[in-house]
T-cell receptor, first 109, second 114 residues
Framework: GNSVTQMEGPVTLSEEAFLTINCTYT??????LFWYVQYPGEGLQLLLK?????DKGSNKGFEATYRKETTSFHLEKGSVQVSDSAVYFC????????FGSGTKLNVKP | EAGVAQSPRYKIIEKRQSVAFWCNPI?????LYWYQQILGQGPKLLIQ????????DSQLPKDRFSAERLKGVDSTLKIQPAKLEDSAVYLC????????????FGPGTRLTVL
């Protein structure tokens, strides 16, 4: 079946630290991959996406590369800010959406 | 462009009572989704509509949950009767077309069943 596994949180970092949130997937075909972000009190927002192998999605300083060989789509940011504190969800779309359980990020000043 | 609207934002009911949620998708979006997000978990798809037809309802507990999308625009999700384990945030999302990758989410309705 199709599923997404992402690292458990919470992840606590100091401002300007490097961020990696791991995400791996299982799919019966070739899905599109996504990162969604949920800020406190708000709905989910699309952060970035990649639709085929080796594609890199990027937005707001965040990046993730679709790695077919390792079935991964890890989220990275070189220098996090306090405003990046949120819950991050990895997801795949293969006929329908499957979401990971979310990783909470806390960034301290 | 107005986003996906949902109401109510919060609802508290007792078990065995009924409850209904409303969703108004982004204008022109053919596909509408209802998700259940239990605390600490990712969203789980309950039902997907393409215009006013059901595309996928394989994870909808049909003995107590029902949903409709009359006229292919607004949608309602109903729970009757509610159980304690139905406590969750119910998210509505829409996309331009079924093949479109990007979903736009509403703010959700937080349901507490006592």
């Amino acid at each position: 079946g199709n599923s997404v596994t992402q690292m458990e949180g919470p992840v606590t970092l100091s401002e300007e630290a490097f961020l990696t949130i791991n995400c791996t997937y299982t799919a019966t075909g070739y899905p599109s991959l996504f990162w969604y972000v949920q800020y406190p009190g708000e709905g989910l927002q699309l952060l970035l996406k990649a639709t085929k192998a080796d594609d890199k999605g990027s937005n707001k300083g965040f990046e993730a590369t679709y790695r077919k060989e390792t079935t991964s789509f890890h989220l990275e940011k070189g220098s996090v800010q306090v405003s990046d504190s949120a819950v991050y969800f990895c997801a795949l779309n293969f006929n329908k959406f499957y979401f990971g359980s979310g990783t909470k990020l806390n960034v301290k000043p | 462009e107005a986003g996906v609207a949902q109401s109510p934002r919060y609802k508290i009911i007792e078990k065995r009572q009924s409850v209904a949620f409303w969703c108004n998708p982004i204008s022109g979006h053919a596909t509408l989704y209802w998700y259940q997000q239990i605390l600490g978990q990712g969203p789980k798809l309950l039902i997907q509509f393409q215009n006013n037809g059901v595309v996928d309802d394989s994870q909808l507990p049909k003995d107590r949950f029902s949903a409709e999308r009359l006229k292919g625009v607004d949608s309602t999700l109903k729970i009757q009767p509610a159980k304690l384990e139905d406590s969750a945030v119910y998210l509505c999302a829409s996309s331009l077309a079924r093949e479109s990758d990007t979903q736009y989410f509403g703010p959700g309705t937080r349901l507490t069943v006592l």
